[in-house]
């Protein structure tokens, strides 16, 4: 026979434990992604996925250089086309309005984080402009939309995980509730 005290109570330690995994996603990264322009390809990460308004995070960049491949075969091995350094500087933009700029700097290696805030919810463009790479010395810009939640924006997360369980709940009580239907004896 099941337990229901058991079931009742696994059931209450899932609704609390469930939030408290956050990283293991089936889906890309909702605020990562790549652009390629030519032989060059910038890729952006934020840390953690979805930005608060008000809320440091950490912001990465990634810069690859197709060329430095040495073959077809090294070519799908990001770690030999990292170029060794880049200049780069970053517009940010909300509502077609200029909010914040990260001025050009130079940078050694192919990686680059920095931690920011964005001050508004909504969505962010973000154009990352990479200098001395185009043709003739032009900067290459590639262009990022970076989403930011309100305060809410963990909460959305414990209820969907709350509804999400109590479908699973209620499916299983109805399969309990059809056994023990189809067992009683007729008298």
């Known amino acids: 026979m099941i337990?229901?005290?058991f079931l009742v109570a696994m059931f209450a330690l899932m609704l609390v434990l469930s939030p408290m995994i956050q990283y293991a996603s089936a889906h890309e990264d909702l605020n990562s992604g790549d652009e390629s322009?030519?032989?060059y390809e910038v890729q952006v990460a934020t840390d953690p996925e979805i930005p608060s308004a008000n809320q440091p995070f950490k912001l990465s960049f990634r810069v690859l250089n197709y060329q430095s491949a040495?073959?077809?075969?090294n070519s799908f091995d990001t770690r030999l086309s990292e170029v060794d350094h880049f200049r780069m500087g970053i517009r940010i933009y909300y509502n077609n309005e200029l909010v914040?700029?990260?001025p050009v700097q130079d940078f050694k290696g192919g990686e680059w984080s920095t931690n920011y805030v964005f001050h508004e919810s909504g969505n962010h463009v973000m154009f990352v402009d990479l200098y001395d790479v185009g043709p003739g010395g032009q900067p290459l810009t590639f262009i990022?939309?970076?989403s930011v939640l309100d305060i809410f924006g963990p909460l959305f997360v414990y209820i969907i995980s709350a509804g999400g369980m109590a479908c699973f709940v209620l499916l299983g009580w109805i399969a309990i509730t059809n056994k023990r239907k189809k067992v009683k004896p007729k008298a």
Request: hydrophobic residues 40%; positive net charge.
């Open 144 to 146: 990022y939309n970076i």
């Open 70 to 73: 040495s073959n077809l075969f």
């Open 100 to 102: 914040s700029t990260v």
């Open 3 to 5: 337990n229901f005290r």
């Open 37 to 39: 322009i030519g032989n």
